[in-house]
């Protein structure tokens, strides 16, 4: 299964950043590719991709506050986003490990190109809250 991991370090206490990943109605301010969230109930949500407004993406969402962990699951896809904030020198780690199963491994390289502009994004969006 591929595999990456990416991270940025963020200008923000944790508990600013953690609002913008535990409430999929925020996603869209700052994940690349999304247009928009609907559905949102306490075991996931749907996703519209950009450019695709007709295509449905149900996603699981598993937070733990404790630990500020955030997993994203496509019910769809099987790509799995897991989300990891730590505290570091008055701001904020942020980490992500993306699994991409092998039959969406053509994916690779898009998934990690916008997992980097995603994370350039959640620094700046969580930095000017």
Request: aromatic letters at 10%; one cysteine or more; charged letters at 30%.
């Amino acid at each position: 299964m591929p595999r990456f991991d990416d991270a940025v370090a963020v200008d923000a206490p944790p508990e600013e950043v953690w609002k913008l990943l535990y409430d999929p109605t925020r996603f869209p301010e700052w994940w690349t590719g999304l247009e928009r969230v609907e559905d949102v109930s306490q075991d996931g949500f749907t996703l519209y991709p950009e450019g695709y407004p007709d295509f449905p993406m149900p996603q699981k969402l598993e937070t733990r506050r404790a630990g500020r962990h955030a997993v994203v699951s496509c019910l769809v896809s099987n790509l799995r986003f897991e989300w990891l904030l730590e505290e570091q020198d008055g701001g904020t780690r942020v980490s992500v490990q993306v699994d991409i199963p092998e039959e969406e491994a053509q994916r690779l390289d898009d998934q990690r190109a916008a997992i980097s502009r995603s994370l350039a994004n959640l620094a700046r969006v969580a930095s000017t809250a």
